[in-house]
């Protein structure tokens, strides 16, 4: 059995009064992580506040992006080893966002990637589809050309996660359907087992418009092993609701 992760993506959301939610859905996930993870992927300026506020709770913190190399002359830039000397234990890297807006291609993901894991990071790679990508019928191809060249080859199960996000899905309200959720992950879970070594264990989590309401049928579909949470997860009902789809 692979755990599930439900981790949260504040993207450029939280001033420090938000903290406030940080240490209610810290308070919650207490009562969770015996059937499931729970993360907060925080924006830098409250990785150190975060992990405070999280305390001795089972909520891990992450960041959200980091750059490829150690430290340099890279103004307005976090390194991996900056977010895991605040308090991150996990940082996303290759999200969507970040591709689309900052031009970031699968090699600049894959150093990132690679970055994290030398920073003892876990490193959650996100890979996806647009809308005109699916309609074209490249859904899978793309996804899994993302996969090869964004998943380090000295990636392991403990120290790696994929997180699929079809583009067109996220802040959008629309999901795709069960059995194309199904398909994708199924193709993900098959790359992994044919390229690593623990690619049954590793986690695949499905991110895209996932609410309280749509969580459990998501949750529950094969090689689906948690959620990367986007809006739902600065509220604290609704981010401890999505993970109720794991209480037992």
């Known amino acids: 059995m692979v755990k599930p992760l439900v981790a949260g993506n504040w ?23 015996r059937q499931a993870d729970m993360m907060l992927c925080l924006p830098a300026t409250l990785v150190a506040p975060g992990a405070e506020a999280a305390g001795s709770s089972a909520l891990a ?32 890297v290759g999200h ?9 291609d699968d090699a600049t993901v894959l150093a990132k990637a690679r ?4 920073a003892d990071l876990t490193a959650i790679v996100c890979v996806g589809e647009t809308e005109a990508e699916r309609r074209a019928g490249d859904a899978v ?22 997180a699929y ?7 959008t309200g629309l999901t795709p359907t069960l059995d194309d959720v199904a398909e994708m992950h199924g193709a993900i879970r098959a790359h992994l087992v044919a390229h690593f070594g623990t690619g049954e264990q590793m986690r695949i ?7 309280p309401g ?30 109720d789809a794991y209480r037992a």
């Open 11 to 33: 993207k450029m959301n939280g001033l420090t009064a938000d903290l406030a939610t940080v240490r209610e859905i810290a308070a919650g996930a207490d009562t969770i992580t």
């Open 61 to 92: 913190i992450g960041g959200q992006d980091c750059h490829a190399a150690v430290s340099g002359a890279h103004t307005g830039d976090v390194s991996a080893g900056m977010l895991g000397d605040a308090g991150a234990s996990a940082v996303i």
């Open 96 to 104: 969507s966002e970040r591709r689309q807006d900052h031009g970031e």
């Open 115 to 118: 970055a994290a894991l030398a």
């Open 141 to 162: 191809a793309r996804v899994v050309s993302q996969l090869n060249g964004s998943l380090p080859d000295e990636g392991t199960a403990g120290t790696m996660i994929v």
């Open 165 to 171: 996000e079809p583009v067109w899905a996220i802040g």
């Open 205 to 211: 989590l499905y991110g895209g418009s996932v609410k």
């Open 214 to 243: 749509n969580a459990v049928e998501l949750m529950g579909v094969a090689e689906v092993n948690g959620a990367l949470v986007g809006g739902a997860s600065l509220k604290a009902a609704d981010f401890l609701g999505i993970a």
